[in-house]
């Protein structure tokens, strides 16, 4: 036999059991942002390598380490997306979506990123992704807090999910942050791990967001960023909490919270949890008002985030929040000579009665037992039986295949609709 080829470390097949629980998760989330107004963008999963450079930062785990990139035939220098914002202005520029005028949109697709594979931790993962442009107050940062909040009402999971919140000031003020920092950490250079040590000149806010012990006590006396904000820094994060308190959404203000892109400013948040281990973040975002204009278009203020699909089914089966539904309401059955062709008949008719009940046709004949049998591993509700005697009358007997007590009923092809949808909802 030939040697199996198999899939690509970090890049998972999602099978029949997997995508009924994503589906449901992914028809609460589309609900969910098209209750806000919020309207879909579709990006390629594939762009120019620059606008991850440009966009994230050189200086990052994401452009650093973990993006798949490669020269195309034509040799230029592609890169599959490892997040979404990037490509979302992108093509909002291209089309001009966001000159003078506001934008609230949303995506939700594959993202790409060269990591150690581990529980929570893919290389090609999915989000859902908010993002906002035109609108700078504390306003919209909180609505879009409250838009994830009521995702995790919906999905009965809030009690397991806290609110980190954080403000990284304007970029002048987290220049003057940034000086101070660096004479901090140059001043206990000596404590600190090696990554840290790198970061200290070229991205010293970084170190903050440092998983390591040793570097973490040494955190505990660093300079506060709180503390080196202005008044309309101060008033933005003022403003966002009152909202936040207002929609009753708890919060906690983690001040060494700095998100791993470098896009942001003013305000960051994470919903993290502690029933996933170590890879306890679902979802992440924040203000990114320099982003737009850095990738060429005019000033733009601008709100997002990033909500991570797996960890969130994770989140859901350890709670035992989701369950996998069967695929089938109803299973046609036959028997006789033109089984198979009064079988097509009814399914079709009842399909055209009944468009959103699963109605599957058994195909391949065999005793009724049999067939009975594979309507129970399929968990369908209701069972149609195509007789011989069905075939000449032109009806069909409807059975109840979870109440084993209830009468089969006969019923004309005309009838059997409206009795089998109300099967299906008692
Ligand atoms: P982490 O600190 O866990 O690496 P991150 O800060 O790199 O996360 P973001 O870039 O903010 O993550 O992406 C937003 C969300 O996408 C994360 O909160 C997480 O839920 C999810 N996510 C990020 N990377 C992965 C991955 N490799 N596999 C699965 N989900 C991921
Ligand atoms: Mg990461």
Known sequence: MALKIQAIRGMNDL??????????????????????????????????????????????????????????????????????????????????????????????????????????????????????????????????????????????????????????????????????LIAFLEAHFDALDEDSRRRTHTNPLRVLDSKDPGVIEVLKDAPSLMDYLGGESRAHFEGLKRLLENAGIKYVINPRLVRGLDYYNLTVFEWTTTALGAQGTVCGGGRYDGLVSQLGGSDTPAVGFGLGLERLMLLLLTLNKVAVKPAVDVYVVGAGENASLYQATVSASLRAALPDVRIMNHCGGGAFKRQFKRADR????????????????????????????AEQVTLSLDEAPAYINKLLHS
């Open 378 to 405: 399929l968990q369908a509700r209701v069972a149609v039986i195509c007789g011989e005697e069905e075939c000449a009358a032109r009806s069909v007997t409807v059975k109840d295949l979870r109440n084993a007590g």
């Open 15 to 180: 099978l029949p059991e997997d995508t009924s629980i994503w589906q449901q998760v992914e028809s609460v989330l589309r609900q969910t942002v098209a209750s806000y107004g919020y309207s879909e963008m579709r990006m390629p999963v594939l762009e120019q390598t620059g606008l991850f450079s440009r966009a994230i930062g050189e200086v990052t785990d994401v452009v650093e380490k973990e993006m798949y990139t490669f020269e195309d035939r034509s040799g230029d220098s592609l890169s599959l997306r490892p997040e979404g914002t990037a490509g979302c202005v992108r093509a909002c520029l291209e089309h001009n979506l966001i000159y003078n005028q506001e934008q609230r949109l949303w995506y939700m697709g594959p993202m790409f990123r060269h990591e150690r594979p581990q529980k929570g931790r893919y290389r090609q993962f999915h989000q859902l992704g908010v993002e906002v442009f035109g609108l700078n107050g504390p306003d919209i940062d909180a609505e879009i807090i409250t838009l994830t909040h009521d995702l995790w009402q919906k999905l009965g999971i809030s009690e397991a999910l806290t609110l980190e919140l954080n403000t990284l000031g304007s970029a002048e003020e987290r220049a003057n942050y940034r000086a101070a």
